[in-house]
């Protein structure tokens, strides 16, 4: 995660910090990019804070770490999980289209009639534009959107949900249980079942995104290199 450990949103189903974010450190990219080299990662997943006090909504600072991992790793496979970059979206999408990753990734989280209370500050159909207009400025690479499900919402509402994705060209889904981090965060609605999981899996496949997870314990960069090259949930954990 770079740019800080504190957000300048307030989710309620987020163990986030959040508050005034302090200034960037310049040398995060060239850092991030020495840990990726040292580690080895042939795929890094990286995702940040949301930044609202920057002009740009931090895509300059992506994009520099998204530079720096090309020069020193040319072989890793880069997926950013960004923020929505809410009223500077094109800003953002032009420079990332500057030093795009391998996978641009968006997290919608939730369904629009929970957006109020779960999504303070954000706004469903701009997520779903966010996702869209990458597709404008990059066609070939792929976009990938995650959601929690047992959050409040029904059954339908994931359907039209799925529905809209596929609407607005996202390739690659996940879906997974919300599981509460405090008792001061959001309560956990309900535990949606197997056989509801099975009907998302199912309904996606049938809208024939790319690659769709949808189970328990997945999560949105769970396993993304596997996700990335086309293979199923991982089982045991995903499945019964
Ligand atoms: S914007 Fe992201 S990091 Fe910030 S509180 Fe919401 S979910 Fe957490």
Redesign the pocket.
């Given at each position: 995660m770079i740019m800080g450990d504190i957000?300048?949103?307030?989710?309620p189903?987020?163990d986030?910090a959040?508050g005034r974010p302090n200034i960037l450190d310049p040398n995060e990219p060239k850092h991030l990019a020495e840990t990726v080299k040292n580690l080895n990662l042939k795929y890094v997943v990286i995702t940040s804070?949301?930044r609202d006090d920057l002009k740009d909504g931090g895509a300059q600072h992506f994009a520099d770490c998204i530079r720096e991992i090309r020069q020193t790793s040319p072989e890793t496979l880069i997926e950013i999980l960004v923020?929505d970059f809410r009223g500077r979206a094109d800003i953002a999408l032009k420079i990332l289209s500057q030093n795009p990753p391998d996978v641009f990734n968006h997290n919608i989280?939730t369904v629009p009639r929970l957006y109020k209370a779960m999504?303070p500050g954000?706004d469903y159909k701009h997520s779903l534009d966010l996702l869209k207009k990458f597709k404008h400025y990059c066609s070939e690479i792929p976009t990938k959107c995650g959601l929690m499900v047992g959050l409040g919402e029904v059954e339908a509402e994931v359907i039209v949900l799925l529905n809209d994705l596929k609407d607005y060209q996202v390739d690659y889904v996940t879906i997974g249980q919300y599981l509460q981090p405090s008792k001061s965060h959001a309560p956990i609605h309900r535990f949606v079942t197997l056989q509801e999981f099975k009907h998302y899996q199912t309904h996606g496949e049938r809208l024939a995104f790319k690659n769709i997870w949808s189970a328990p314990l997945v999560r949105s960069s769970y396993f993304a290199d596997r996700q990335y090259h086309g293979e199923a949930v991982p089982s045991p954990y995903m499945s019964e």
């Amino acid at each position: 995660m770079i740019m800080g450990d504190i957000c300048t949103r307030r989710c309620p189903f987020c163990d986030v910090a959040h508050g005034r974010p302090n200034i960037l450190d310049p040398n995060e990219p060239k850092h991030l990019a020495e840990t990726v080299k040292n580690l080895n990662l042939k795929y890094v997943v990286i995702t940040s804070v949301d930044r609202d006090d920057l002009k740009d909504g931090g895509a300059q600072h992506f994009a520099d770490c998204i530079r720096e991992i090309r020069q020193t790793s040319p072989e890793t496979l880069i997926e950013i999980l960004v923020p929505d970059f809410r009223g500077r979206a094109d800003i953002a999408l032009k420079i990332l289209s500057q030093n795009p990753p391998d996978v641009f990734n968006h997290n919608i989280e939730t369904v629009p009639r929970l957006y109020k209370a779960m999504r303070p500050g954000a706004d469903y159909k701009h997520s779903l534009d966010l996702l869209k207009k990458f597709k404008h400025y990059c066609s070939e690479i792929p976009t990938k959107c995650g959601l929690m499900v047992g959050l409040g919402e029904v059954e339908a509402e994931v359907i039209v949900l799925l529905n809209d994705l596929k609407d607005y060209q996202v390739d690659y889904v996940t879906i997974g249980q919300y599981l509460q981090p405090s008792k001061s965060h959001a309560p956990i609605h309900r535990f949606v079942t197997l056989q509801e999981f099975k009907h998302y899996q199912t309904h996606g496949e049938r809208l024939a995104f790319k690659n769709i997870w949808s189970a328990p314990l997945v999560r949105s960069s769970y396993f993304a290199d596997r996700q990335y090259h086309g293979e199923a949930v991982p089982s045991p954990y995903m499945s019964e």
